[in-house]
């Protein structure tokens, strides 16, 4: 069994995110909304103009970036079409294709079957990385880009217990309202706090939507879900063993 | 096993729905009968012999049952022998086997004040369903509040206590609540909570996955009587709540609001 906490890691490691075309060039007048893709509310997203082929980039200066998964929200969008998830070492000229296609068919998750997930990756020298979009097989499309996450994800050693209760409505973190459908409450009765101390220190855990991942969908029937957390209540049990209470909102899916 | 969720899922897919043999009468509109609150009814002109109400479908469809919210309407003088219809990939109209009320009299109504109607359905035909009401004799005008038809669903488990209706807390002007999904409010009467331990995870998911749960009213069919004598309740979801402890094992928690019942 595997559940997973993911938050958009490489936001916090990178310098910029940039919109480029097919040879890497910055495309000046969709960049002023590239932030869409970092994170918020789920149904941002950025249009391009047009059907050219499109490049959505996580770059750094020097430090190497690191992550072991990625999440696109709304992934069904580019169902059909040429898709790469690429990383570079040397940005932009010596990369790594993740995965690569001309007619993208993949496994979609969520509880539309509209997000997608890669995990079990070991990348710790990336200087960028992002996904390549172009018409492939599906021919030239306007490709719209929700969230794309670059995640270090936490693995919780043990299975919680989970209750879900209806919850339509809207939630307000900080100034920015997002509209919600479900509440969740999650707890996990012993962890270390070296472990909770890692959660806790998740880059943007308690201000930004993250995901929440069950392999197996033992627990999470939808296996991934978009969430809002809003409370992460920690109590000491026994010796090195803390319950920890997770409060979070999914996020509503749409059409 | 006996506790059905009725959806109109056919009336949330149809294409078309008109009528054969009647006029709709001026100022109805024949869409109320697909959802709504019991208030809202349809009434076509009156007329003899075959009259039906007709739901066709973009492709095949297999119900299980269907619903006449109002049926106590069709109890006229002259009685009126109702009957489900069922549509052949060629267009034919004709009955589908067993649900035939030859006459409909009172006894065969259902729900707390003997107004509905609702019956299981084995059909033949899949691309349209419906409705038909023959008059014994004379004129009748058809009435009717709501038409559901119906692929239901079923937990598989029966509800871990017999659950019983309850007032809802009074509000100083109306008792009139917005379903789950959407505002538009609908007059509701009592609330019931139900639970059904140890659900698997395929039947969350196909509850969550039925048409309109969450914004259309339904109806909760208990077609052995086993929980309320009266076996059919016409309802709007209040909330669910999910406890998962272990792995295809879900205690599932629904609050339903009973919708206004009236003469």
Redesign the interface.
Same mark, same amino acid.
């Given at each position: 069994m595997t559940f997973q906490l993911l938050v958009n890691s490489i936001w916090d490691q990178s310098a910029v995110a940039r919109v480029t075309d097919g040879s890497d060039a910055e495309v000046a007048a969709e960049q002023p909304n590239v932030s869409v893709i970092t994170g918020g509310p789920r149904h941002l997203t950025l249009t391009q103009s047009g059907t050219a082929a499109r490049r959505y980039v996580y770059i750094n200066k020097t430090t190497p970036m690191s992550f072991d998964s990625l999440v696109m929200a709304r992934a069904d969008r580019h169902v059909g079409h040429s898709v790469a998830f690429r990383w570079w070492s040397n940005y932009t000229s010596t990369s790594t294709d993740l995965v690569t296609s001309t007619n993208w068919a993949p496994t979609l998750v969520g509880?539309r079957a509209q997000d997608y997930i890669l995990t079990g990756l070991s990348v710790a020298t990336a200087q960028a990385a992002g996904v390549v979009l172009d018409s492939g097989s599906g021919g030239a499309y306007t490709k719209k880009l929700s969230q794309l996450f670059f995640c270090n994800s936490f693995s919780f050693p043990q299975a919680p $217990?989970?209750? $879900?209760?209806?919850a /339509?409505g809207p939630i307000v973190i900080g100034r920015q309202h997002y509209l919600v459908?479900e509440q969740l409450q999650i707890v996990w009765p012993q962890l270390t706090r070296a472990q909770v101390n890692t959660i806790q220190a998740l880059p943007r855990v308690l201000t930004e939507p993250c995901f929440l991942y069950d392999s $197996?969908?033992? /627990?999470l029937?939808?296996k991934l879900l978009h969430v809002m957390i809003t409370r992460l209540s920690v109590v000491a049990e026994f010796n090195d063993l803390h319950r920890l209470t997770m409060e979070c909102f999914a996020l509503r899916q749409y059409s | 096993m006996s506790l059905w969720i009725l959806p109109n899922t056919i009336g949330d897919v149809a294409t078309t729905l008109t009528e054969s043999g009647m006029t709709i009468a001026s100022g109805y509109d024949r869409t109320h009968i697909i959802n709504g609150a019991r208030s809202s009814h349809c009434r076509w002109q009156p007329a003899s012999g075959s009259q039906q109400i007709r739901y066709l479908l973009p492709t095949n469809y297999t119900p299980t049952h269907m619903v006449i919210a109002r049926a106590d309407w069709l109890c006229t003088q002259n009685t009126m022998r109702v009957k489900g219809f069922q549509r052949s990939s060629g267009g034919v109209w004709s009955g589908i086997s067993g649900a035939d009320y030859n006459p409909l009299a009172a006894a065969n109504l259902m729900g707390p004040r003997s107004q509905d109607l609702a019956f299981a359905i084995t059909p033949s035909e899949f691309t349209g369903f419906g409705l038909e009401a023959d008059t014994i004799s004379g004129t009748e005008a058809l009435q009717i509040s709501k038409l559901f038809v119906s692929v239901g669903f079923q937990f598989n488990v029966e509800p871990s206590f017999r659950p019983a209706w309850e007032p809802i807390p009074k509000s100083t002007t109306y008792d009139m609540r917005s379903p789950? &999904?959407g505002t538009f409010p609908l007059e509701v009467e009592a609330v019931l909570e139900m639970r059904f331990q140890g659900v698997t995870?395929a039947k969350?998911?196909a509850f969550?996955a039925l048409p309109r749960i969450?914004n259309w009213p339904f109806f909760l069919f208990d077609d052995s009587g086993v929980i309320w004598s009266w076996k059919l309740e016409h309802v709007l979801l209040q =909330? &669910?709540?999910?406890?998962? =402890?272990?792995?295809?094992y879900?205690d599932i928690t629904l609050k339903f609001l009973r919708l206004k019942q009236y003469e």
């Amino acid at each position: 069994m595997t559940f997973q906490l993911l938050v958009n890691s490489i936001w916090d490691q990178s310098a910029v995110a940039r919109v480029t075309d097919g040879s890497d060039a910055e495309v000046a007048a969709e960049q002023p909304n590239v932030s869409v893709i970092t994170g918020g509310p789920r149904h941002l997203t950025l249009t391009q103009s047009g059907t050219a082929a499109r490049r959505y980039v996580y770059i750094n200066k020097t430090t190497p970036m690191s992550f072991d998964s990625l999440v696109m929200a709304r992934a069904d969008r580019h169902v059909g079409h040429s898709v790469a998830f690429r990383w570079w070492s040397n940005y932009t000229s010596t990369s790594t294709d993740l995965v690569t296609s001309t007619n993208w068919a993949p496994t979609l998750v969520g509880p539309r079957a509209q997000d997608y997930i890669l995990t079990g990756l070991s990348v710790a020298t990336a200087q960028a990385a992002g996904v390549v979009l172009d018409s492939g097989s599906g021919g030239a499309y306007t490709k719209k880009l929700s969230q794309l996450f670059f995640c270090n994800s936490f693995s919780f050693p043990q299975a919680p $217990t989970v209750r $879900t209760i209806s919850a /339509f409505g809207p939630i307000v973190i900080g100034r920015q309202h997002y509209l919600v459908n479900e509440q969740l409450q999650i707890v996990w009765p012993q962890l270390t706090r070296a472990q909770v101390n890692t959660i806790q220190a998740l880059p943007r855990v308690l201000t930004e939507p993250c995901f929440l991942y069950d392999s $197996t969908g033992r /627990f999470l029937i939808d296996k991934l879900l978009h969430v809002m957390i809003t409370r992460l209540s920690v109590v000491a049990e026994f010796n090195d063993l803390h319950r920890l209470t997770m409060e979070c909102f999914a996020l509503r899916q749409y059409s | 096993m006996s506790l059905w969720i009725l959806p109109n899922t056919i009336g949330d897919v149809a294409t078309t729905l008109t009528e054969s043999g009647m006029t709709i009468a001026s100022g109805y509109d024949r869409t109320h009968i697909i959802n709504g609150a019991r208030s809202s009814h349809c009434r076509w002109q009156p007329a003899s012999g075959s009259q039906q109400i007709r739901y066709l479908l973009p492709t095949n469809y297999t119900p299980t049952h269907m619903v006449i919210a109002r049926a106590d309407w069709l109890c006229t003088q002259n009685t009126m022998r109702v009957k489900g219809f069922q549509r052949s990939s060629g267009g034919v109209w004709s009955g589908i086997s067993g649900a035939d009320y030859n006459p409909l009299a009172a006894a065969n109504l259902m729900g707390p004040r003997s107004q509905d109607l609702a019956f299981a359905i084995t059909p033949s035909e899949f691309t349209g369903f419906g409705l038909e009401a023959d008059t014994i004799s004379g004129t009748e005008a058809l009435q009717i509040s709501k038409l559901f038809v119906s692929v239901g669903f079923q937990f598989n488990v029966e509800p871990s206590f017999r659950p019983a209706w309850e007032p809802i807390p009074k509000s100083t002007t109306y008792d009139m609540r917005s379903p789950l &999904y959407g505002t538009f409010p609908l007059e509701v009467e009592a609330v019931l909570e139900m639970r059904f331990q140890g659900v698997t995870t395929a039947k969350v998911l196909a509850f969550k996955a039925l048409p309109r749960i969450l914004n259309w009213p339904f109806f909760l069919f208990d077609d052995s009587g086993v929980i309320w004598s009266w076996k059919l309740e016409h309802v709007l979801l209040q =909330s &669910y709540e999910i406890n998962t =402890s272990d792995a295809d094992y879900h205690d599932i928690t629904l609050k339903f609001l009973r919708l206004k019942q009236y003469e």
